[in-house]
């Protein structure tokens, strides 16, 4: 399928995405911010984030975007009971809290692509999401996105670990 073929090119292209990510937390560095916190846990970091419940679509202007916030700023929303974001921003705060923390040896910011089928439509829709992937302290990989962190067996799977807790999106990997 031609998408397929184009998204695999855009991954090839992964500094323009590097860049735009660099652009967005730059531009929102300007915004109200605090330090952010630094945590005993990772369960500490997943009740702070109310296990995803503070999740919130990314939206300039009325549209749908992809637009990361620097980590002060999300900090700045979770202590005035703000919603914070999408996986993008909680992949981003969990990455930040960790490394600060010194709860994890190695810490990356994650994102793939993958196609869902429509359950209405039958058709497949084109998605993406963000997770942090860090190595453990005891040397084991694990990601997370919204809540605990699950380890990761061999870490060029933790993308079919994330589909196969979605078995009711009918997720697959492109």
Known sequence: MLLDKL???????????QLYYFFTIKVSSNWPKKIVKVYTSFAEI???LSAGKLYVSDKIFGFQSDFLVHPGV?????DTKRLIGDCDEHALYWCTAIKKSKLAKR??????????RDLNT?????NAHAVCVFR????????????????????ADFQTSYCETKKDRKSTLL
């Open 107 to 116: 810490v990356w910011f994650a994102y793939f692509s993958f196609k869902k």
């Open 136 to 155: 453990s302290l005891n040397n084991k990989y694990y990601w997370c996105d919204y809540g605990m962190p699950k380890e990761i067996k061999n870490i």
């Open 46 to 48: 997943k009740n702070v």
């Open 74 to 78: 999300i900090q700045h929303r979770l």
């Open 122 to 126: 039958q058709k497949y829709i084109y």
């Open 7 to 17: 998204l695999i090119f855009w991954y090839k292209l992964q500094f323009i995405a």
